[in-house]
């Protein structure tokens, strides 16, 4: 099984920058788009940023022009660098990844455990 461990959160001031990291590991035969949701309290999860395995990049319109996603093929690790943030950027963000299970021939998605991020203003 493939699991996605992030790091690099924490508390910072508006207009800060954080950058945050996940790690996949285990059983990896091919990593396939990979991509950062968050949570923040009381609403519901939302698409941040996706890339694909091909290097294809979408992002949310809130934070397109201040956030930036990219990924490490070799590291299997995929990034959020986040600049200028808000206070509403406050949330949990979780790291997402789908994966080719070679037993099936089929894909499994897979989530991190998630790491808070607050901005003060």
């Given amino acids: ?3 996605l461990v992030e790091s690099g959160g ?4 508006a207009g800060g920058s954080l950058r945050l990291s996940c790690a996949a590991s285990g ?4 990593l396939n788009n990979m991509g950062w949701y968050r949570q923040a309290p009381g609403k ?3 698409l941040v ?8 990049t979408n ?3 809130s934070v397109k022009g201040r ?3 990219s990924r490490d093929n070799r590291k299997n690790t995929v990034y959020l660098q986040m600049n200028s943030l ?3 950027d406050t949330a949990v963000y979780y790291c997402n990844a789908d994966y080719l299970v070679i037993a099936t021939m089929g894909y499994l998605e897979v989530w991190g455990q998630g790491t808070l991020v607050t901005v003060s203003t």
């Fill in 27 to 30: 059983n990896i035969f091919s």
């Fill in 49 to 56: 940023a996706r890339i694909t395995s091909g290097g294809t």
């Fill in 1 to 3: 099984q493939v699991q």
């Fill in 67 to 69: 956030f930036t996603i």
């Fill in 59 to 61: 992002y949310a319109d």
């Fill in 44 to 46: 519901e999860r939302e």
């Fill in 10 to 13: 924490g508390m910072v001031q």
């Fill in 86 to 88: 808000k206070p509403e």
